[in-house]
């Protein structure tokens, strides 16, 4: 049972989508924001550049700083909204601390003064969030594994994570399509692409890492195939509902239908911005169009963990 937090308060619930890009995070983070007593928050990580740093786009459509429940939430957290130099000060010894390569130093019990400071100031945010919003449960679809110990580890937060995996190969093709940046409305930019070698080790890295930063520490943990998410959202829903505490009430979840809340998402996938009716299709394209080469370099480099998430 999680002990009381945030000045006296029981902690704030947080269901972390952990895993790697292009795994449909965005979709699920949404579908699961729309549950009762559920924010989708988006990235959380990258609140501090993307959100205040660019002055980018909540998924209301209003900026991040002057969302009406992300701008209280900031004042709160900091007193005022930091501004620009602030934020990237911020992100800089964020990004540091949540490098990949340090998932063991997390899982291990690494501190610092920064991480302290970092552990402090996110706590404090994403517990201020809930109060903006009215919301119990926070959802953050960041994915990264070191982010979610360092969310672990603030006494004002219950994080529950969830690891979305998706097939190897169909996250390796969608890293060759070019999806158009989120970060400001009209932008034409590409977000990043990668060879599918590289996208297969990010996969088998971020697989890896679930591992590390949650399981061999005795941290609870669900597994959910997006495959099993587009073909019946319902008992996913249901089943993440269940795992986190949340009443599984999925009204909104009609004959293949997401009928989505408007999110909070300060960061991610364009994606973020959908809400209303949303059909679910399972996208397989890559069976046919990720060349032969490619496809057995990522089922090859993959196959013990592919194999145990049944791919």
Not at 65 to 71: G, S
Not at 134 to 140: L, N, R, W, Y
Not at 287 to 293: G, H, Q, V
Request: net charge positive.
């Amino acid at each position: 049972m999680a002990s009381e937090g945030h000045f006296g308060r029981a902690p704030i619930r947080v269901i972390y989508l952990t895993g790697t890009g292009r795994s449909g995070s965005t979709l699920l983070g949404n579908a699961i924001g729309s549950l009762p007593g559920a924010l989708s928050a988006g990235e959380i990580r990258f609140l501090l550049r993307r959100g205040i740093a660019e002055r980018g786009t909540c998924a209301c459509l209003a900026p991040v700083v002057e969302c009406p429940v992300w701008q209280p939430a900031l004042e709160k957290t900091f007193g005022t909204v930091p501004d620009r130099d602030e934020a990237l000060r911020l992100d800089a010894a964020l990004t540091d601390l949540v490098r990949r390569r340090r998932v063991r130093w997390w899982a291990s019990g690494g501190t610092s003064p920064e991480a302290t400071k970092l552990i402090d100031l996110h706590g404090r945010l994403v517990a201020n969030l809930a109060e903006a919003s009215g919301a119990t449960t926070i959802v953050d679809s960041s994915k990264i594994a070191t982010f979610g110990a360092l969310l672990g580890r603030s006494p004002m937060l219950d994080v529950k994570p969830v690891h979305l995996v998706r097939d190897p190969r169909a996250v390796a093709y969608s890293w060759q399509r070019e999806v158009a940046s989120q970060a400001a409305p009209g932008y034409a930019g590409e977000m990043e692409r990668f060879h599918p070698g590289k996208a297969a080790a990010m996969w088998l890295h971020s697989t890896i890492s679930v591992d590390i930063a949650f399981r061999k520490r005795g941290v609870d943990v669900i597994d959910v195939r997006y495959e099993d998410f587009v073909t019946d959202p319902a008992t996913i829903l249901e089943r993440v509902a269940t795992f986190a505490g949340l009443a599984p009430e999925i009204g909104f979840v009609r004959d293949g239908t997401l009928d989505l809340r408007t999110s909070h998402a300060a960061a991610g996938n364009p994606n973020r911005l959908r809400s209303g009716p949303i059909s679910l299709r399972a996208d397989t394209a890559w069976r046919s169009e990720l060349p032969t080469r490619d496809r057995l370099m990522v089922s090859t480099l993959t196959t013990s963990h592919r194999r145990r998430h049944g791919y």
